[in-house]
């Protein structure tokens, strides 16, 4: 036992006067204060702290297993065959009642968790949970840093320490008053929780408490591993409720302002999965005067590319209505945020031009991001970054929604428009919902009369003929319809009629699947197409002698006696209906 703590020692003097004065409510008093002083974790130091009144004494059995250990750290730490007899050996040094012959099967597991490149039979694990159990401060620290490293090394599946019950010791450790030891069972924890059969367990155990508590640890590494544990914990939808209700929401806020980046940012990427639901959203920005946006809006301008990264993602989540979006631009976003787009790191580039497009989606901010400096942005990024599908998908969305703007001019002007004609150039590095953003946006531009001269200036042989052989790859629907509607929308400019004129075989092999398709919207512009080359007589003569004109022929034929058969469905509808009802 150790020395008594004040409060103890108070506890006690208190009950020597209730003794003096026979007090009535005696036995009562004594009951609490027994009660507490047992509670207290004075009596829990350990021999190195403070002087042991009781020393418990060696078994015979237990000083050979001792020595036998001893002598193998003295030759250098040659690891024993994690066999039947060592693992006999060591659960005898584990549960005896003697701290030192408890270290010396800590400082096995220790060595052997540096060195060991194979699994840790599970039948190990029992061992340890006497080890973490134990009252000796020293191998408390010792062994949860050794299971520590199993975990991180892979040695020991996070499955089974939770299976075989090591979850309840290691919870306890959280609570201990020692750094060392609330370091390394955070650590633990935070392992653990990146298993999704282990989150629940640890908050239906309850971890969430302890691991809010020590987030405001004054320890950096304590710290640390708690809100890092936190965030494991919230990849959970449920588990997001619990710790919903445990007050987690103010802490991981205010956990924002931390000097320590790391810290940032697991309180940061918290929130964000917080915020994918959008129920928490409403506490969530009702904590303080709107401090959560303000502190997002700080964190956007971090040097640390991983916190910027993930303010930009909660914000993103955040922003589910207009209402917020508004609230965020009047703050001042896009100065935080248009220098993300510049960043040398792919991810904060992909994550800060999703949230342009998002923002771009309500026609309240169409004007305010139709803007030289915020189109510079963009149109820098996808010349920069063409063979990115998620960049140049989300790029392109962002500029179609602003072409609905009052300020499109502003858009045609901009470099983004050479950016979305160099992606077609780079058509092999994207994926078919890249490419239908990107042929769907410049299919928007090119309708407006200065889209199309703006396109028309930066077209060449090379961008027509990619742009031909998109619209004759049906079987990619959208992008394929969307090169056809440019290519229609540029035909009425002389300059690219003198271009198609070396394409001749090209335009006929897409026209024809055109004219063929199941679908009317492709017959339709496939007909329309061949009408406006048609008035240049080369491609005239050079329709007439192809199978353009046996299909349009057979168009014809079936046009006919579909208009008969309408005719004649409608005559049956009317027979017998009085003229006047018709």
Request: hydrophobic share 40%; net charge negative; with cysteine.
């Amino acid at each position: 036992m150790g020395q008594l703590c004040a409060k103890c020692a108070q506890l006690l003097y208190d009950l020597v006067l209730s003794v003096r004065t026979f007090s009535s409510s005696l036995v009562q008093d004594v009951k609490e204060c027994l009660a507490q002083i047992c509670d207290c974790p004075c009596l829990k130091r350990t021999k190195f702290e403070s002087e042991q009144l009781y020393k418990p004494t060696y078994q015979r059995h237990e000083e050979l297993i001792a020595q036998e250990f001893l002598q193998h750290i003295e030759r250098g730490f040659e690891i024993l065959p994690l066999g039947e007899a060592s693992l006999s050996a060591l659960k005898t040094l584990a549960f005896s009642e003697n701290p030192d012959l408890q270290k010396s099967a800590s400082l096995f597991y220790l060595h052997i968790s540096q060195h060991l490149n194979n699994q840790l039979p599970t039948e190990h694990l029992e061992t340890y949970y006497a080890l973490l159990k134990s009252n000796d401060l020293e191998v408390q620290r010792i062994s949860s840093l050794s299971l520590v490293t199993f975990l991180l090394k892979g040695n020991v599946p996070k499955e089974h320490v939770v299976q075989v019950d090591l979850l309840e010791p290691i919870l306890e450790l959280l609570e201990s008053s020692d750094a060392a030891v609330q370091r390394n069972s955070c650590a633990c924890i935070m392992i653990l929780a990146a298993s999704d059969t282990n989150r629940e367990a640890i908050a239906s155990a309850g971890g969430v408490v302890p691991l809010l508590t020590l987030s405001k640890s004054y320890d950096p590494r304590v710290q640390q591993y708690a809100v890092g544990a936190v965030f494991n914990l919230t990849q959970s939808e449920w588990v997001q409720e619990i710790l919903c209700r445990q007050g987690a929401l103010p802490v991981l806020t205010v956990l924002l302002e931390s000097p320590d980046s790391e810290v940032q940012y697991y309180s940061c990427a918290a929130l964000s999965n917080m915020a994918t639901n959008s129920q928490h959203h409403e506490v969530m920005l009702q904590i303080g005067d709107r401090f959560l946006l303000r502190m997002l809006l700080a964190l956007l301008s971090s040097s640390v590319d991983k916190v910027s990264n993930q303010a930009c993602v909660c914000l993103r989540n955040l922003v589910t209505n207009e209402s917020v979006q508004t609230r965020l631009i009047a703050m001042g976003l896009l100065p935080h945020l248009l220098p993300l787009l510049d960043s040398n790191n792919t991810e904060v580039q992909q994550n800060s031009i999703v949230f342009l497009r998002m923002l771009s989606q309500h026609p309240a901010n169409q004007d305010v991001l139709v803007c030289h400096q915020v189109l510079q942005s963009v149109g820098k990024l996808l010349i920069i970054r063409k063979t990115d599908p998620v960049i140049i998908g989300h790029a392109a969305c962002f500029i179609k929604n602003l072409s609905s703007s009052k300020s499109i001019e502003g858009v045609i002007e901009s470099s983004c428009v050479e950016g979305l004609l160099q992606a077609i150039h780079g058509v092999e590095y994207l994926d078919e919902e890249a490419l239908h953003c990107v042929t769907s946006c410049l299919g928007e531009l090119v309708k407006h009369e200065g889209g199309s001269v703006r396109i028309l200036e930066l077209m060449d042989d090379l961008l027509l003929s990619r742009l031909l052989r998109l619209a004759g790859q049906v079987e990619q629907m959208e992008p394929s319809f969307q090169a056809a509607v440019m290519i229609k929308h540029l035909i009425q400019q002389g300059e690219v009629m003198q271009l198609l004129k070396s394409h001749v075989s090209k335009i006929q092999q897409y026209l024809v699947k055109y004219l063929t398709h199941q679908e009317t919207r492709f017959q339709q512009l496939g007909i329309s197409t061949l009408c406006l080359l048609q008035k240049d007589s080369e491609f005239s003569s050079a329709f007439s002698q192809s199978q353009l004109k046996e299909h349009l022929e057979q168009i014809c034929q079936q046009t006919e006696e579909m208009q008969e058969l309408l005719r004649m469905a409608v005559g049956n509808i009317f027979v017998g209906v009085p003229s006047s009802h018709r």
